[in-house]
C-alpha cells in the first residue's frame, strides 16, 4: 500500500492571513499552485485557493490589496504522511476539496496532495478515481 508521501509534492509555501490577495495570486501563479495553507503563530489557520480570489474577492468587488484572511475558507482539513492513498481520497471526496495539506505526526506541514497527484500512480487509479468521483458532483 502506497502511503500519501510516496507522491505528494513537497514544494510546499504557507502564506500570512495579512498578505495582499494580489501577492497571494502572483505566489500561485509563480509556483503553479492552485492553494496555499494560510498560517498564523506556526499554525495552519485556513486556506486561499485560486477559486477563493475570483469568487470571494474579485466577483464580490474587492481589489487586489485584498487580505488573504477576509476571502480564505477558514479551517482546514489535513492528512497525516503516512496515511494511504485512498485514505486522501475518501477525505478530498467527503469535504469536496481538491487538494489537501499533508502533515507529519507533529502536524508539521511536509507536502500538498492533488487530485492530479492521483493520476500518476497507475496502479492506484481505480480505487482513487472512484472515490474522488463523487467531488465532481454537485452538493
Same mark, same amino acid.
Given at each position: 500500500?502506497?502511503?500519501?508521501?510516496?507522491?505528494?509534492?513537497?514544494?510546499?509555501?504557507?502564506?500570512?492571513?495579512?498578505?495582499?490577495?494580489?501577492?497571494?495570486?502572483?505566489?500561485?501563479?509563480?509556483?503553479?499552485?492552485?492553494?496555499?495553507?494560510?498560517?498564523?503563530?506556526?499554525?495552519?489557520?485556513? *486556506?486561499?485557493?485560486?477559486?477563493?480570489? #475570483?469568487?470571494? #474577492?474579485?466577483?464580490?468587488?474587492?481589489?487586489?490589496?485584498?487580505?488573504?484572511? $477576509?476571502?480564505?475558507?477558514?479551517? +482546514?482539513?489535513?492528512?497525516?504522511?503516512?496515511?494511504?492513498?485512498?485514505? *486522501? #481520497?475518501?477525505m478530498m471526496s467527503e469535504r469536496q476539496v481538491?487538494?489537501?495539506?499533508?502533515?507529519?505526526?507533529?502536524?508539521?506541514?511536509?507536502? +500538498?496532495?492533488?487530485?492530479?497527484?492521483? *493520476?500518476?500512480?497507475?496502479? $492506484? +487509479?481505480?480505487? #482513487?478515481?472512484? *472515490?474522488?468521483?463523487?467531488?465532481?458532483?454537485?452538493?
Amino acid at each position: 500500500m502506497q502511503k500519501l508521501t510516496d507522491l505528494m509534492s513537497r514544494d510546499v509555501k504557507v502564506i500570512s492571513p495579512d498578505t495582499s490577495i494580489r501577492d497571494a495570486a502572483n505566489e500561485m501563479r509563480e509556483g503553479d499552485f492552485g492553494m496555499l495553507p494560510v498560517g498564523e503563530n506556526d499554525r495552519m489557520i485556513g *486556506a486561499i485557493t485560486d477559486r477563493d480570489i #475570483a469568487i470571494r #474577492a474579485i466577483a464580490a468587488g474587492k481589489d487586489g490589496s485584498t487580505k488573504v484572511r $477576509e476571502v480564505m475558507s477558514e479551517g +482546514i482539513f489535513w492528512v497525516y504522511e503516512d496515511q494511504s492513498i485512498d485514505d *486522501a #481520497a475518501k477525505m478530498m471526496s467527503e469535504r469536496q476539496v481538491r487538494r489537501l495539506p499533508v502533515v507529519d505526526r507533529n502536524k508539521r506541514l511536509v507536502g +500538498i496532495v492533488a487530485l492530479g497527484d492521483f *493520476a500518476v500512480e497507475s496502479s $492506484e +487509479i481505480r480505487p #482513487a478515481a472512484e *472515490a474522488l468521483s463523487e467531488i465532481s458532483k454537485p452538493s
